[in-house]
Structure formats: structure tokens, C-alpha cells
């Protein structure tokens, strides 16, 4: 029984050994980013601007990457809205069946650019968020609200992507990144 808790270490530690890392894979260098406006696509207002500002807050909340302007960043995040899509979802019966909830989709084109090396690194990927939304009797701020949402999921799912990255094959736990 002794054995247990020190076996238990050793297997933790030498799990560095293989491919599981508590640092960040992403190399110091490749760090900063820069994210301008997405091009807005689809007929919602404003819908470029506020899903860049939520893939900013999710970088920050995140930690591994810095904000940086177009000319000092490392990586470059460019997207484009192509869709917003809001179809009914739920009936008031007592109002004489009009609307009172609605699913909103976007649908959007991500491409990420390594500036330090002019390559493309993930061109053209198509991301998707839904949400839904309660109108009542104001259906342009509800839907106003429903972006803020659907643009916040879209960020998180791009910057674990990003994540994701095999930015450089030879980062392990056993070297340390620049």
C-alpha cells in the first residue's frame, strides 16, 4: 500500500516524458496577434465588429497569446461573417401565436497567418454558432443581445482551434520554447 501513492508520482512525472505538456505548445515568437475587423457578409449589423472584439476577450481571458498591432504581431487571425441566420423557435400561445423564441446561426470563414513566415497556416476554415433567443416585443435588440452570445461561442471555438495548432514539431516538455 505504500507503493501506491509513489508509483502514482512516477507515472504523473513521466507522463512530460511523452506527449503531455502543462506550458503551452505555441512558441514564444508566435505569441502575439493581431485581429482586425471581420468583413461582415451576412445582414446583421455590426455582427464583424462585435465578433472580432469577442475573439479578442476570449485571446486575453485564454492567457497564452498577447494583443498586439498589425506590426509588431506574429500571427494574424482575419475572418469573415458570411452568414447570420435567426428561424422561429417557440409560439405564445396566449398572443395569438406570434413568436417568442428563435435559434440564430452564424456561419464564418476563419484564416490564420504566421507574418513572421508569410504562411498561411489554417486558410479559409468554416466555423459555426447557435444560440437562441427569447424577441418579446423587440426583435432587432434581442437579436442585437443574441450576437453579443453567438459571437462569444464562435471565439471560443476558434481560439481552441488555434490551440490546437501543431505550431512547432519539436516543442515537448523536455525543451523549452523560445
Not at 508566435?30 to 469577442?54: D, K, M
Not at 485571446?59 to 497564452?64: A, H, L, N
Not at 486558410?123 to 453567438?150: C, I, K, N, P
Request: glycine letters at 6%; aromatic letters at 6%; proline letters at 2%.
Amino acid at each position: 500500500m505504500k507503493f501506491i501513492p509513489l508509483a502514482l508520482c512516477v507515472a504523473l512525472l513521466a507522463g512530460c516524458g511523452s506527449s503531455y505538456c502543462w506550458r503551452s505548445s505555441v512558441p514564444a515568437d508566435r505569441r502575439s496577434v493581431y485581429v482586425p475587423t471581420f468583413r461582415n457578409e451576412s445582414g446583421l449589423q455590426e455582427i464583424g465588429a462585435i465578433s472580432a472584439r469577442q475573439l479578442l476577450r476570449e485571446i486575453q481571458r485564454e492567457g497564452t497569446f498577447r494583443i498586439a498591432r498589425a506590426e509588431d504581431a506574429a500571427i494574424e487571425i482575419q475572418g469573415t461573417i458570411k452568414s447570420i441566420s435567426s428561424k422561429s423557435e417557440a409560439y405564445n400561445r396566449r398572443e395569438n401565436r406570434r413568436t417568442s423564441g428563435y435559434d440564430m446561426k452564424c456561419t464564418a470563414e476563419i484564416t490564420i497567418v504566421d507574418k513572421i513566415t508569410d504562411e498561411v497556416i489554417v486558410a479559409g476554415r468554416t466555423y459555426t454558432a447557435e444560440t437562441t433567443f427569447a424577441a418579446g416585443h423587440d426583435l432587432t435588440t434581442a437579436q442585437r443581445d443574441a450576437s453579443g452570445r453567438v459571437a462569444d461561442i464562435l471565439s471560443r471555438r476558434i481560439v481552441d482551434d488555434i490551440l490546437r495548432i501543431d505550431w512547432n514539431k519539436k516543442t515537448s516538455c523536455n525543451k523549452e520554447s523560445k
